[in-house]
């Protein structure tokens, strides 16, 4: 996982609310072996509508989504955070975030940013009037800032997590950071339990 310290561009105003995993990438999607190529099945039953906000020219090459609440719901799976990634979305806004799906997000270096409704609604309406609105989502600081619209607003992002985003480490980074403890238990664990392998 890379570090992620800021995550500034231009923004998709994803009028929706309650979108579930399913709807971010169809189950047809989740029959890949490799972890790669997702990008193409993200919302893709709604991406045969032409008027679908993804297929729209002004929104090209967007690095933030602007959802409505409840983004994230239903099943738990990772291949939707693959998806939006491989698109190119670097952050997520949502007044609210379906708690596996923030979760997942937030080990593979997705930035979930909550923020209240009234400011969600205020994004979505914005980005629809100027599509080069510029969104700045600064994780060190814990905020998200629009120059244009003078706005700048806190957004939640424990510790623990902030410093995940920071350092770039997913959970296999963060039990390497352990190496050297792991190794000495290894060193000094009796002959007769069972080894790696075994």
């Known amino acids: 996982m890379e570090p992620v310290r800021i995550v500034s561009g231009t923004a998709v105003p994803l009028d ?7 709807q971010i990438i169809p189950s047809d999607w989740l029959k890949q072996v490799e972890r790669t190529g997702f990008e193409k099945g993200l919302f893709s039953e709604w991406r045969d509508d032409r008027d679908f906000v993804l297929n729209q020219e002004q929104y090209a090459g967007a690095s933030i989504l602007v959802a409505g609440p409840n983004f994230g719901t239903g099943s ?3 291949h939707a955070v693959w998806a939006i990634q491989q698109y190119g979305f670097q952050a997520v806004v949502s007044p609210r975030f379906g708690d596996i799906f923030r ?25 629809e009037d100027d599509p080069n609105l510029e969104i700045t989502v600064d994780v060190e600081q814990r905020v998200l800032e629009v120059p244009a619209l003078d706005l700048t607003v806190p957004f939640p992002l424990d510790d623990a997590v902030r410093h995940r985003f920071l350092e770039g480490l997913d959970d296999i980074g963060l039990t390497l950071r352990l190496d050297e403890e792991i190794s000495a238990y290894e060193a000094t664990r009796p002959t007769w339990m069972p080894t790696a392998g075994v």
Not at 16 to 22: A, K, L
Not at 103 to 114: D, F, I, M, R
């Open 76 to 78: 738990s799976r990772e």
């Open 16 to 22: 929706r609310s309650d979108v579930d995993t399913d």
């Open 103 to 127: 979760n997942n997000s937030t080990k593979n270096g997705l930035v979930p940013v909550v923020v209240p409704p009234e400011v969600g609604e205020q994004l979505l309406r914005a980005i």
